[in-house]
């Protein structure tokens, strides 16, 4: 190994990419065959967010070093960063395969099997990273998160207490312990282990992530909200669909299949049930909004959050202002636009739950569709009063296919959110 290699991995190690790649290409420049600082590079353009340079290097320095498992480690590393999930899967295998003793490869294979929520198989990688290694900072914590999945919160807080009392300046374990007291309904004692997790990095996005929960978790109703979203997050997609598909029935049932003598029971639930289903897909958004008026909560809120939470905002407002409308005057149009605007909260916020790339392009494509038709609908029947005769009847036809497809587009929303994520999880 060249000077210039070690210094760059003293570099990589401290967060100074820009640094250890010039170190890096002076390397290269001495010994272009070396594949590990082909490899090095690569982690380096991948932690500076450049991924499609970041996978050339990578594919060069196996092409270079197809049996050193380094090469194949960065690989995985970069195909995890850019969401190739069963990719990069087969490439830390392939990296175990040459050196089943490297604690880190099995910290990389238990993440891609966190994020695929297959908890039991990321525990399995994290738990042979430990056996390798028992203070492994980055097994030590998937073991915890996948611990927190799988409904075993009490060994989650005692490992990561273990964690914390060998090394309380970990911001990632402060973090996690954080999430596991949001798990246990604590956000005040969250909060703590949050801002520490900040204060010792601050750029640690799952902290900041964990301060807007805690943050939202103190309002009573979010907190149930709260409390349904974890338990979803710790189900298999599979596991998801089926209570979807669950919510659905009940709603059906509850309008139909009520005897007469429930009826006025079962309409009540049956409401109930919508404006749940409702606040399942708006509650982040809207709760965001509200934080806004918290000075920590606009601090810790992101430009996509704040975002988010204007858009579903502006719809709500414009909802508001045609049902106060439709109250004043008792004109219909009103109501219709009450109506399209509450709907389009739903693909407005499920646009942003979308992971950013394609899902996220294709869903605010759909969105902007969806608001075409329902806007469409009520321009024709504001409008319409001034067309001829014969020409208004047929206008009025076209705004009743044009809301039906907006109305159902909006419901179908909410499944295709799920399509998109499941499709991401698969790559």
Not at 76 to 84: N, P, S
Not at 170 to 178: C, R
Not at 247 to 258: E, G, N, T
């Amino acid at each position: 190994m060249t000077a210039h290699y070690d210094r760059a991995l003293l570099l990589y190690q401290q967060s100074r990419y820009d640094l250890a790649e010039q170190e890096l290409r002076q390397a290269l420049a001495d010994e272009p065959s070396d594949s590990r600082a082909h490899a090095l590079l690569a982690l380096c353009l991948c932690d500076r967010k450049d991924h499609m340079a970041a996978t050339h290097e990578a594919e060069e320095a196996i092409h270079l070093g197809p049996d050193v498992s380094f090469t194949h480690y960065a690989l995985a590393y970069i195909l995890y960063h850019r969401d190739h999930l069963t990719e990069a899967e087969a490439a830390i295998e392939q990296a175990l395969e040459l050196a089943p003793w490297d604690a880190d490869y099995y910290s990389l294979l238990a993440s891609i099997r966190f994020d695929q929520r297959r908890w039991p198989a990321a525990l399995e990688a994290a738990e042979q990273g430990l056996e390798l290694d028992a203070e492994h900072g980055g097994c030590v914590n998937l073991r915890a998160m996948t611990l927190v999945k799988l409904g075993r919160r009490a060994e989650a807080g005692a490992a990561l207490g273990d964690a914390l009392s060998r090394d309380p300046e970990d911001a990632l374990t402060h973090a996690n312990q954080g999430w596991t007291l949001l798990e246990q309904r604590q956000p005040d004692k969250a909060l703590e282990h949050f801002r520490e997790a900040l204060r010792l990095d601050p750029n640690l996005e799952w902290a900041r992530e964990g301060i807007v929960e805690a943050l939202k978790a103190r309002n009573w109703l979010y907190r149930q909200m709260l409390g349904y979203f974890l338990w979803m997050r710790r189900r298999s997609r599979r596991a998801q669909w089926g209570v979807l598909l669950g919510l659905l029935f009940a709603q059906r049932v509850l309008k139909s299949a009520v005897p007469p003598a429930l009826a006025p029971l079962g309409e009540v639930l049956f409401w109930c049930l919508i404006a749940f289903v409702f606040l399942t897909w708006t509650a982040d958004p809207l709760f965001n909004l509200l934080l806004r008026l918290n000075r920590l909560g606009r601090l810790a809120l992101s430009r996509e959050q704040i975002w988010a939470s204007n858009c579903v905002g502006g719809c709500l407002l414009l909802a508001l202002v045609g049902l106060a409308g439709w109250a004043v005057s008792g004109d219909g149009r009103f109501s219709l636009t009450a109506l399209t605007s509450a709907c389009l909260v739903l693909p407005v916020a499920g646009t942003f739950e979308c992971s950013a790339g394609w899902p996220r392009r294709l869903m605010a494509l759909y969105t902007v569709l969806l608001a075409v038709l329902g806007f469409a609908a009520v321009g024709i029947l504001v409008f319409g009063e001034h067309l001829p005769r014969n020409t208004l009847e047929f206008a009025l036809e076209a705004a009743k296919l044009l809301s039906g497809a907006f109305f159902l587009g909006a419901v179908a929303s909410t499944w295709l959110v799920n399509l998109l994520q499941l499709g991401r999880l698969k790559r």
